[in-house]
């Protein structure tokens, strides 16, 4: 589980943040949702670290990540596994290695058990026989994916996303979002995905976390999100004529 | 200075900085070697052409050609026009590379998983631009002097005896060490920069240009700098 205690971010004169609260339940996919701007990948990047929050503390299982000592925080980064919106994934390296770079520094593995793993990964993901190939040969999905199989390599017990569907097919990202959720529960750990896709947030958001202008408006499931009763809210779910006319019962 | 002492706190493993320093020293050096051969070869053919145009006294023998040459080489053409190329050539690929690696969150993933990018990524830049760049040098002094021998001997300016004997002439060792000594500060200095200019690039694409010409503008001023200073205090 992940805590979060009242965490404030600002650049400048500008709040991105304002005081959020929350938890991130293990054996769940926790969804941070809102629009564009209103703080989601700042949250995202105060958790695992990137950012510091200039006011609130973050927990992973009652370990105190905000002011850990450096040792302490490498332990817990070592624990986290991270998609990130363009897959990140080193261009120098084939998907291979990209996948077993974890393994490579943070592990003393032996090398035909991290092949191994890395074929389990990549098979659970739905890619075979891609491990030679280099990122720039690969679609959008399979970066995607590949980047996922990376993030699961080290067995996580925290697995991030940031915007895992964007730029994908709907198709093609159901796939990932189910993805996420299955591994989410097969290995039972801690998921956070930030998103603006309404689709993911229907088809996984087991809990749900919605940010508005840098503050936490609302929390809840995806079966209570229809009826939050939040005007915030329901102007983000419902922007289009069809989820307003299923909204008013016209459908 | 900070940027260079964040490269030595929380290191990862020997054998990781072999591995990579080792791809590096490939990446700069061999990979760069053909264009130094090049650009030296015919600086010392040039400059041997220059200098005997300009040599016309019969008073003056025509080994001192040779002698310029040498003296013009391992002094200042060597180290400090090969820094220039470098900075064009490695100093943009790298501050264009870790640029890169920023705008695309690779950087940021190193991070997440517990690693000190900037050490991961510059140090390895840095070591082998120390190893490599005075290799250069070396190769690229010994060419110039074969250029400049080509030059000299086809157009039949002076005759080879008279070529390897300015060669040799008079000839300070010290001059070596000072051409070294210039190539490990320019080294340092271009691969600090470089790779600091990339490292901290934000933005996208666009900025990511700018980066590199930064870097290699910035790296050029310092290397001018530095050579003027070095030259006043070891000369």
């Keep these: 589980m992940i805590k979060i205690k009242n965490i404030s971010k600002s650049f400048a004169d500008k709040t991105i943040l304002n005081g959020i609260d929350g938890e991130f339940d293990k054996g769940k996919t926790n969804l941070i949702i809102g629009s564009s701007g209103t703080g989601k990948s700042v949250l995202l990047k105060c958790i695992v670290g990137l950012l510091h929050p200039d006011t609130g503390k973050v927990f992973y299982d009652l370990r105190n990540f905000t002011e850990a000592d450096k040792d302490m925080k490498s332990e817990i980064r070592r624990e986290i596994g991270m998609l990130f919106q363009g897959g990140a994934l080193f261009d120098s390296k084939n998907v291979e290695q990209n996948v077993m770079f974890p393994l490579d520094i943070l592990t003393k593995m032996p090398l035909g058990e991290k092949i191994e793993r890395v074929n389990f990964c990549l098979k659970r993901v739905g890619l075979e026989g891609v491990n030679k190939k280099m990122p720039s040969e690969i679609s959008g999905g399979m970066k995607k994916r590949v980047g996922i199989a990376r993030a699961i390599v080290n067995n996580p017990n925290y697995l991030f996303c940031d915007e895992p569907n964007s730029g994908l097919d709907p198709q093609t990202a159901i796939v990932i979002d189910e993805l996420i959720m299955e591994i989410t529960h097969e290995f039972d750990i801690t998921t956070v995905v930030v998103t603006h896709d309404m689709n993911s947030v229907m088809g996984i958001g087991e809990k749900i976390m919605f940010l508005y202008k840098g503050e936490k408006m609302w929390e809840g499931t995806n079966h209570e999100i229809m009826n939050s009763g939040v005007k915030e809210l329901d102007e983000f779910v419902f922007t289009n004529k069809i989820m307003k006319n299923l909204k008013n019962g016209s459908i | 200075m900070i940027f260079l002492g964040s490269l030595v706190v929380r290191r990862e493993t020997f054998k990781t ?75 943009s690929s790298m501050a264009g590379g870790l640029g890169t690696m920023r705008i695309t969150e690779q950087i940021d993933a190193l991070e997440v998983m517990g690693i000190n990018s900037a050490s991961y990524l510059v140090l390895p830049k840095i070591v082998a631009s120390l190893m490599m760049f005075p290799l250069l040098v070396i190769v690229a002094a010994v060419c110039s002097m074969v250029g400049g021998y080509l030059a000299g001997t086809l157009t039949e300016i002076l005759t080879p005896t008279e070529y390897i004997y300015g060669i040799r002439y008079s000839f300070n060792e010290y001059f070596i060490t000072f051409a070294l000594i210039k190539s490990f500060v320019f080294a340092f200095l271009i691969s600090s920069i470089s790779s600091f200019r990339g490292y901290y690039t934000q933005g996208g694409a666009l900025e990511v240009g700018i980066s590199s010409t930064q870097a290699v503008t910035t790296s050029i001023i310092a290397v001018l700098l530095a050579d003027y200073f070095l030259a006043y205090l070891l000369l």
């Design chain 2, 17 to 91: 900085y072999y591995h990579l320093t080792l791809e590096e020293c490939i990446q700069i050096g061999i990979k760069s070697i053909l264009l130094f051969m090049l650009v030296s070869t015919f600086m010392g053919a040039v400059t041997t052409l220059q200098t005997a145009a300009n040599l016309v006294s019969p008073f003056v023998p025509r080994f001192v050609i040779s002698q310029v040459v040498r003296e013009m080489t391992v002094l200042e053409l060597a180290p400090t026009i090969m820094a220039v190329i470098y900075a064009g050539k490695v100093g």
